[in-house]
C-alpha cells in the first residue's frame, strides 16, 4: 500500500505503466510467500517444543509469545531466535514504509494547490493510521517488559493488532466512495428518525 501510495503521489503520470497488474501480482507473491514461509517456520518451532507448564492459553487464539510461556525446555531459543528474524522482516518493512511517507509528504507539501494536498493526504492518512495502530500495538505486545504482565492487557493488545486493523481498512476506504456514505447518511438518518 506504501509503494502503491508513494507512485499515485510523487510519479502520478507513470501510474499505471510502474503500477500494471505483473507488479502487483510480484509484490501480493511476495507478501504471501514470506507470510507463508514465516508461519510455517514458527509452527515447525512451535510444534517441536515441550510443554511442561500445562496446555491452556490465557488468549483467543494460540499467540507464539503465550505458547513459550507453557515451555519448559531451552529449546524454545530457536524460536526465540525465528521471532528477532521475524522482528527484522517487519522493521525492514516499516523502514520502506516511512521512507516511502517521507518522499510522499514530501511531494504533497510541493502541491501549489490546497485541494490537491487535501486529496493526496485523505488518500495516504487512513492508510498511515492503520499501519501505526497495527505497528505500534504489535510492538508493544511483543516487546512489552515482563513486569507489565496482565493477562487482560494481552487479550487486547492481541485484538487490537490482529482484529482492528484488518477490520478498518475496509470501512475506511469504502468511506471514500460518495455513494456509500451518502447511504450511510440516509441510514443514520432513518434511525434518528425512528428514535423520535
Request: glycine share 4%.
Amino acid at each position: 500500500m506504501a509503494y502503491d501510495r508513494f507512485v499515485a503521489v510523487c510519479r502520478p503520470l507513470h501510474y499505471w505503466t510502474i503500477m500494471d497488474s505483473r507488479a502487483c501480482v510480484r509484490m501480493a507473491a511476495a507478501a504471501w510467500a514470506s507470510g507463508f514461509i514465516n508461519a510455517l517456520l514458527h509452527t515447525r518451532n512451535v510444534f517441536s517444543i515441550p510443554l511442561c507448564k500445562g496446555n491452556t492459553v490465557d488468549q483467543f487464539f494460540c499467540e507464539i509469545p503465550q505458547i513459550l510461556k507453557l515451555s519448559c525446555s531451552e529449546s524454545y531459543l530457536r524460536e526465540v531466535g525465528l521471532i528477532v528474524v521475524t522482528a527484522s522482516l517487519i522493521f525492514g518493512c516499516f523502514i520502506f514504509i516511512v521512507l516511502s511517507y517521507v518522499q510522499i509528504f514530501t511531494a504533497v507539501l510541493r502541491i501549489p494547490s490546497e485541494q490537491g494536498r487535501h486529496k493526496a493526504l485523505s488518500m495516504c492518512l487512513p492508510h498511515l493510521a492503520v499501519v501505526s495502530l497495527y505497528i505500534s500495538t504489535g510492538i508493544f505486545a511483543y516487546l512489552k517488559p515482563s513486569s507489565v504482565f496482565s493477562p487482560s492487557l494481552d487479550l487486547v493488545l492481541a485484538v487490537l493488532y490482529s482484529v482492528v486493523p484488518p477490520m478498518l481498512n475496509p470501512v475506511i476506504y469504502s468511506m471514500r466512495n460518495k455513494e456509500l456514505r451518502d447511504a450511510l447518511n440516509k441510514l443514520i438518518q432513518l434511525v434518528l428518525v425512528q428514535k423520535k
